[in-house]
């Protein structure tokens, strides 16, 4: 599971700041979370000066555990989408506008054949990625 930051535009390209956080990196936060002394929090009796001190020991390890990695694309979110359904999409685009251009009732058709199936296709692929997760998961 990652987590994304936030997204900069570079010379016209997206880059994106994410966190990893997989089962390796959580156990490890817990790790050090469970060797932490936290008797310097309860030795002092202001709630700022406690809740200030917790959250620099949580932030530290946090940091530390869970480090921020630059990457040029989002790697999680809709994997479903294949090379063929990027370019079946692309082509759809292109039916839109040639019907809207020429008027034509052969290409309307063909492109009121073809947006159904290609709807069918991507729901049969999420279907099939959301179950893998789901398989994964257990």
């Known amino acids: 599971m990652t987590i994304q930051i936030f997204q900069k535009h570079i010379n016209n390209q997206h880059v994106y700041y994410k966190r990893d956080i997989n089962q390796s990196t959580i156990a490890e936060f817990q790790l050090k ?3 932490e002394t936290w008797d310097k929090i309860f030795m002092k009796n202001d709630v700022n000066e ?6 620099n020991i949580f932030l530290r ?5 869970f480090p921020v990695i630059k990457t040029n694309r989002l ?3 809709k994997l479903w989408i294949t090379s063929g359904i990027r370019i079946s999409c692309k082509h759809k ?3 839109y506008t040639e019907c809207r251009k020429y008027k034509n009732p052969t290409l309307n058709k ?3 054949d073809y947006c159904p199936i290609l709807s069918k296709v991507i729901k049969e ?3 099939m990625e959301y179950d893998r997760r789901i398989f994964k998961l257990n």
């Not at 406690?50 to 959250?55: A, G, T, V």
């Not at 390890?61 to 555990?65: K, L, V």
């Open 93 to 95: 685009r292109e039916l």
């Open 50 to 55: 406690i809740y200030n001190s917790f959250l």
């Open 61 to 65: 390890h946090y940091h530390s555990c």
């Open 125 to 127: 692929a999420k279907k």
């Open 75 to 77: 790697s999680y979110g």
């Open 33 to 35: 979370l469970s060797y």
């Open 110 to 112: 063909y492109y009121k």
